[in-house]
């Protein structure tokens, strides 16, 4: 478990499966940008047995308050093989969760966390041109605007472009700076 000044990192329990599941699966409340296909509960419930939704080449950690609020998850997965690092995606379960700071210190953590414990040197998040609220999360964790890749993703019946930030691991603070004490 990762403890933050606000929020509260860590894997998902066997207790809470299903009900992460809903919160993933409800495309009702999420917004434009994230792509609205999920898994069948049963692969989400074989995928939790047999790998806890963590491992070296991807994995989940769900975002709460310090009040037990399911905030939203954050998750990392392998690019290409040739890559060196992780692709960090990250979601708000709702939007009353909007503009508190929660994503921003959950994706600094996180990305802190991962360098501490892997070999990696960066960590990049895609999203689509757009998507305001995520780039400003990304900018406030000190990724770099790397450039755009043009239609490289379809959502929702088009294809949209993608912005490309990155964070070395030089550039992101130490774990110890950022937990609360």
């Not at 999920?38 to 975002?63: A, H, V």
């Not at 550039?171 to 609360?180: A, D, G, K, R």
Request: proline letters at 3%; one cysteine or more.
């Amino acid at each position: 478990m990762i403890i933050g000044k606000n929020v509260i990192l860590r894997t998902i329990y066997s207790h809470e499966v299903e009900h992460v599941y809903e919160l993933i699966a409800n495309i009702n409340t999420k917004g434009r940008f994230w792509h609205l296909n999920f898994p069948s509960s049963g692969e989400f419930m074989k995928e939790f047995n047999r790998t806890g939704f963590w491992g070296i080449d991807e994995g989940r950690m769900l975002i709460l308050n310090h009040q037990g609020e399911y905030v939203g998850e954050i998750l990392y997965f392998k690019g290409l093989d040739y890559q060196s690092g992780y692709e960090v995606g990250y979601e708000l379960f709702s939007p009353q969760y909007e503009g508190r700071g929660y994503m921003s210190e959950a994706l600094l953590l996180f990305c802190a966390y991962m360098f501490s414990i892997r070999p990696i040197n960066r960590i990049q998040v895609n999203m689509m041109e757009g998507n305001v609220a995520s780039e400003r999360v990304a900018i406030k964790c000190g990724f770099t605007y790397e450039g755009t890749m043009r239609k490289a993703t379809f959502n929702q019946g088009q294809y949209h472009n993608l912005k490309l930030y990155s964070l070395l691991r030089e550039e992101c603070p130490p774990l110890e700076s950022l937990l609360q004490k």
